[in-house]
């Protein structure tokens, strides 16, 4: 395995830019009637047995009819954009419940759900439980409206589905990994090689009973010709409040700030409105996601909802050795009290924890 760098622009499926995506519908994965109608029946049989949402697995509910869609969605995954968006669900009509049933199905059969929280819990909300900023440190970026920096998850991938929009605001920002990497090299050569070396990130600020403060990873890997990416300055520059980790050199500062700019630069980004019922499909080591502020409605019942797993999904992806956060633990694993591991309760926010 070779994992010399390349300086040089990559090119390829993955090196998208958002101006050039935005006209186009090719990122849509439509659903047929009979996938539809298979995700729906073997979702309501998945609400009558109630399995354990930590050791339920594909083979239990076997999806012949969706074929073609896992399919597609593996390969833009592993070797295309990294992304896609499946849309055809009516989940205004099955209630969260089964909504929330059918989105698991649909990750089972894509990876591993991953635990996302200090509970446990393999379903995940993201949703506004308070009316705290992320100008707050004890924000949490799933629980509040403002707009989110670009950063990559803890997770090799990562879904997210739309219960409920926002009333103004609230879309989901992707923007590729390649892309910023080249426009960083074009701009900047002599920074650039920094993105392969090894960064110190916060882990106590994501995961409060972390066994150590910081973990490391370098930013960017490629090896074997395979391009990744692991980004999210502000748990870089949070690790910086530890003093045991070495302090950022002025190039690594600028080239932080400008990794940043580049992934705000116009026309890299692609904004999409979620519309209920509408699944996102992203590969954490492809593409970089955000969202843009939001404005929810006055009713509770009717706030922006999205539901959110994490999957490992092991594929054999060539990394440099402790590339991403390799420190997060995988369901079955040890959790504390409050988790929710059954579809019904999973699928309600859990309003005491986040705030």
Request: aromatic residues 10%; charged residues 25%.
């Amino acid at each position: 395995m070779t994992t010399a760098i390349d300086l040089a622009p990559i090119s390829g499926p993955s090196a998208w830019r958002g101006d050039e995506l935005r006209t186009s519908t090719e990122w849509v994965y439509q659903l047929s009637d009979a996938e539809r109608a298979e995700l729906e029946t073997v979702g309501r049989r998945f609400v009558a047995d109630n399995p354990d949402l930590r050791t339920v697995t594909a083979a239990d509910y076997p999806l012949p009819a969706c074929a073609g869609l896992n399919e597609e969605c593996a390969r833009q995954l592993d070797s295309g954009r990294g992304f896609i968006l499946v849309r055809g669900l009516r989940t205004e009509e099955y209630g969260d419940t089964l909504a929330g049933a059918i989105f698991f199905l649909m990750g089972l059969h894509l990876g591993v759900p991953m635990g996302q929280n200090q509970m446990g819990d393999v379903l995940d909300h993201v949703i506004a439980t308070s009316n705290k900023t992320l100008d707050d440190p004890s924000a949490l970026p799933s629980r509040v409206r403002d707009r989110l920096p670009f950063h990559s998850d803890s997770s090799d991938v990562v879904a997210l589905m739309c219960l409920r929009a926002a009333k103004a605001g609230g879309a989901s920002s992707l923007v590729s990994g390649t892309t910023i990497y080249n426009e960083i090299l074009r701009r900047r050569p002599d920074l650039a090689p920094l993105l392969f070396e090894s960064w110190h990130w916060d882990w106590h600020r994501q995961d409060p009973d972390a066994p150590a403060r910081t973990y490391t990873s370098p930013i960017c890997s490629y090896v074997d010709g395979v391009f990744s990416t692991y980004a999210g300055s502000s748990m870089i520059f949070s690790a910086q409040d530890y003093p045991e980790v070495p302090r950022l050199t002025e190039a690594q500062i600028e080239l932080l700030h400008l990794y940043d700019e580049v992934s705000q630069a116009p026309g890299l980004a692609l904004d999409m409105d979620f519309q209920p019922g509408d699944v996102q499909w992203l590969l954490n080591y492809a593409a970089l996601h955000s969202r843009t502020g939001y404005v929810d409605f006055p009713e509770p019942e009717r706030r922006r909802h999205l539901l959110r797993l994490w999957l490992k999904r092991d594929v054999g992806r060539p990394l440099v050795s402790g590339f991403g956060k390799h420190v997060v633990t995988e369901r079955g694993s040890e959790i504390a009290p409050g988790g929710r591991f059954h579809i019904a309760e999973a699928v309600e926010p859990n309003f005491e924890w986040g705030n």
